[in-house]
């Protein structure tokens, strides 16, 4: 019976993190992370990934349609990738390191 003993223990933990893990996404959810491009373009992502807010300054409004849109992608994407990196790592200190898909 000190099996049963160690099972319940073990989905008290996993119950428990599970817990964790709901509590740390509901947090991220709230995140904002931003990046700029060439002080010209400033995107923020919210924890979800979406696209949160643009600001583009006089100066971009003036770039070529081409360098504009690859200013938008590359602010995006950076900040996109702040807010995986953010999420990476709160999520490890609940897992332990173990990754899990989110």
Known sequence: M?????MMGMMKKA????????????ELEKVEMSATVADMVTIVVS???DMAKIELSDD???Q???TLEDMILAAFNEAKEKVNVHTQKEMGKVTGGIKLPF
Do not use: N, T
């Open 2 to 6: 000190a099996g049963m003993g160690d």
């Open 15 to 26: 119950k428990q993190m599970q817990k964790d893990l709901e509590r740390v996404q509901k």
């Open 47 to 49: 924890g979800k990934g």
């Open 60 to 62: 971009a409004m003036s």
């Open 64 to 66: 070529d349609k081409s």
